[in-house]
């Protein structure tokens, strides 16, 4: 039966969740071909799942007609214009020929793949030998935490000003558990796209963790502790998934952002940028909710210090880019120091990334109920009835600055993404040579013009030209009215390159 995704439904050692793609159509299918089959991936099998993408509007169209060829576990995202099913004999045969598709491909896996250097993501309060993991003088543990990242952002200091109230922030992650420091009531809505059949709200742990981060409210503070939040749930127990997940996460986030109220998105996972940000499939997603009107955070990777190691969808150059500092278990700031696994730009495009730094070793948070937590080597952490734990990696560092981008949306709600961005990369405290660090405080007065010059990825104007969206190319202010009049249920995420597109008098707010 055909399945019209968009309705709400009701331990993992990675700190930031790299996407291995495993087809190799993502790199190369996604450019236009000079013959059509060119765009169905070669290696796609009968028997095999597939996502296929059509033209606008035209997804219903081709679900039903797979349907009467066979095929199964039909699932139709319409703002996206995508189906995935799994393929028989026929209806391979069949889009092999269908004119209105215009990218197949197999189901791309996505992996976690692990921590920091040195680092296996959640951890014990101890080292091998019973001694504190941060060699502080006073050993904290799960009952009495240490929350000192926060405030080594100046949190505390912008709360004056401003809680987050009145942002929600979409966490799209493992999912979010409710815990005593962060009700049931703060969680707005929550969907699953991984259908693994889990119970739990969120069966890793991790992103209950990255929430915790955000928007804690308890005996733990979060950087924006009166923001709401939306959970996204687009990878297992075990941190892996799909693209087709991603990208029905990104459907209905496209769907939902204005009746929730959805100002920040948190992407605490990336993979490895082995084309252009014009031609990246993930960059076209987090550009839409970028022009759409949502500020994208995304992780900077666990890949450093090596530089050319940043991860994509953070590498994309509108997006807000986190990597890691070590805060030292202190407030004050001279003792900080840049995380050794934190990846380094530039990019593939020539970008410098990332465009700020927060903690991002050995940060307290919040701990699922129950939950068993695993370290590298498979041992438990702690006990399950533990309030909270530790983590390492830029995934957590992404945390911070989303939780900053609500503070920043909440005390100026007529900033956009560009102008929030700005605020954050202006904020900026020196750790280091060319570094800087977010300061909470500093945020909401600061600014900087970030995004200057800067062009749309080609892949998402041929996306939009595609679905019949006429974007005028002098002129426009990306963030105004021209993208506030897109329905993105319309939009048909079609994969081809412009080249020779000269942009002109763009106006960046």
């Known amino acids: 039966m055909r399945t019209m995704v968009g309705g709400m439904k009701g331990s993992i050692g990675a700190t930031v969740f790299v996407v291995s793609i495993v087809v190799s159509s993502l790199g190369t299918a996604w450019s236009a071909a000079p013959a059509f089959a060119a765009n169905v991936d070669p290696s796609l099998r009968a028997g095999e799942l597939a996502l296929v993408q059509t033209s606008a509007g035209l997804a219903g169209a081709l679900s039903a007609k797979l349907e009467t060829l066979g095929a199964t576990e039909i699932q139709t995202y319409t703002a996206v214009d995508t189906v995935v099913a799994r393929m028989t004999t026929a209806a391979l045969a069949a889009i092999k020929t269908d004119r209105t598709v215009t990218v197949a491909s197999a189901n791309s896996v996505v992996v976690a793949l692990g921590g920091g250097r040195d680092r296996t993501g959640f951890e014990s309060d101890e080292d091998a030998n019973g001694k504190p993991n941060r060699g502080q003088a006073k050993k904290t543990t799960a009952a009495s935490p240490d929350f000192v990242s926060v405030a080594a952002i100046n949190a505390p200091a912008a709360w004056r000003v401003s809680t987050g109230k009145g942002v929600t922030v979409a966490v799209m992650d493992t999912g979010i558990a409710p815990t005593p420091d962060l009700p049931k009531q703060k969680i707005r809505a929550s969907v699953d796209f991984v259908k693994d059949g889990a119970k739990a709200a969120d069966p890793s742990g991790h992103g209950t963790h990255i929430a915790g981060v955000i928007a804690a409210d308890g005996t733990m503070k979060g950087v924006a502790p009166d923001a709401d939040l939306v959970s996204i749930r687009v990878l297992d127990t075990s941190g892996s998934g799909s693209l087709s997940a991603v990208v029905a996460g990104f459907d209905w986030l496209l769907k939902h952002r204005k009746p929730l109220d959805i100002k920040v998105l948190n992407v605490s996972w990336g993979a490895k940028q082995t084309t252009s940000y014009n031609s990246d499939l993930l960059s076209a997603l987090v550009e839409a909710a970028w022009f759409s009107g949502i500020t994208v955070v995304a992780a900077a990777g666990n890949g450093g210090p090596a530089a050319g190691t940043i991860t994509t969808p953070g590498s994309d150059p509108f997006v807000v880019t986190a990597g890691a500092f070590d805060d030292a278990g202190t407030v004050k700031g001279g003792d900080d120091r840049i995380a050794p696994f934190s990846s380094q730009g530039p990019t593939l495009d020539g970008f410098a990334k990332p465009d700020t730094l927060a903690p991002g070793v050995s940060v307290w948070s919040l701990r699922v109920p129950g939950l068993v937590y695993l370290n590298g080597d498979g041992e438990p952490i702690g006990s399950t009835s533990d309030r909270y734990i530790r983590q390492t990696g830029t995934s957590v560092s992404t945390a911070f600055v989303s939780g900053v981008a609500a503070l920043v949306a909440s005390a100026r709600p007529a900033y956009g993404p ?71 249920e319309t939009v048909s995420w079609e994969g081809a390159t412009w080249e020779g597109v000269t942009w002109e008098t763009v106006d960046y707010r």
């Not at 990825?457 to 105004?480: D, F, H, N, P, Y």
């Open 418 to 488: 560009t102008q929030i961005k700005g605020a954050i990369v202006a904020s900026g405290r020196s750790v280091g040579a060319a570094a800087t660090a977010v300061d909470a405080a500093g945020a909401l007065t600061a600014m900087t013009r970030v995004n200057q010059g800067l062009e749309p990825s080609a892949l998402l104007m041929q996306i939009l030209t595609k679905s019949g969206i006429k974007v005028s190319r002098k002129g426009v202010t990306w963030e105004g009215v021209t993208w506030e009049s897109v329905t993105w």
